[in-house]
């Protein structure tokens, strides 16, 4: 399967710790998003990558969230000091940026913060 | 910021129906999408429109891009049980912008 892959599917933890995401994009992509999705909402945009290059943010991405993606491969989306508002769907997506509008997404990381 | 209208929030069809499903905007797009998500699974993209006016079919599945630019509508015929699921729309300039969903449940 050639597809977006993300690692862990759920994650439950307690508030205050913290936790990291990865995602896998599909391999001759060079750009890679990461989304937010609550319950009954469509996903939010978080931030984005170019290569290993991070070039937009939304403001949902307070100083508590940090993501990377240091050899312009795979991705890590971590969260610091978790909070119950943090509890959504973590989803990651991928695309060419000769194509950059079709977004290929992965199977997300729930998170439930305690 | 720019938002998304997605109507209806949820249908309720029987097998066989025609399904039609739209997202209005106050901006324009230079990109409509529209996406498929099942319970804990990531959205699955269904058709990309690029040009205004653009009509596209993918099977039962035909959508379009709205002259304005600013609304897109998916259709789907016939519609069979594994069409249920929730379906977004999502915008583009420069990041994805999503409706909020339209819930589609068939009745056998």
């Known amino acids: 399967d050639t597809g977006v892959s993300q690692d862990p599917r759920h994650k439950i933890t307690k508030r205050g710790q913290n936790v990291t995401f990865r995602c896998d994009p599909i391999?001759?992509?060079?750009?890679l998003y990461w989304y937010r999705q609550t319950l009954g909402q469509g996903p939010e945009f978080l931030t984005y990558?170019?290569?290993?290059?991070?070039?937009?943010k939304s403001r949902l991405l307070s100083d508590r969230f940090s993501a990377e993606r240091p050899k312009g491969s795979f991705s890590t989306l971590e969260i610091q000091r978790t909070e119950q508002g943090d509890s959504a769907m973590y989803l990651c997506?991928?695309?060419?940026?000769?194509?950059?509008?079709?977004?290929?997404f992965g199977p997300g990381t729930r998170l439930t913060v305690l | 910021g720019q938002q998304l209208n997605q109507s209806p929030q949820s249908m309720f069809i029987q097998e066989g129906e025609d399904v039609s499903m739209n997202c209005t905007s106050s901006?324009?797009?230079?990109?409509w999408l529209w996406y498929k998500q099942d319970p804990g699974e990531g959205p699955v993209l269904l058709i990309a429109?690029?040009?205004?006016?653009e009509l596209t079919s993918n099977g039962r599945l035909t959508a379009q891009f709205g002259i304005t630019r600013k609304d897109s509508f998916l259709n789907i015929s016939a519609s069979i049980p594994s069409d249920v699921g929730i379906y977004f729309c999502?915008?583009?300039?420069?990041?994805?912008?999503f409706g909020q969903g339209t819930r589609l449940t068939i009745n056998p």
């Open positions: 997506a991928s695309s060419l940026s000769l194509y950059g509008n079709e977004q290929f």
């Open positions: 391999s001759e992509h060079n750009r």
């Open positions: 990558f170019q290569n290993e290059a991070q070039l937009e």
């Open positions: 901006s324009i797009f230079n990109t």
């Open positions: 429109l690029y040009k205004a006016g």
């Open positions: 999502a915008g583009q300039l420069s990041k994805l912008v």
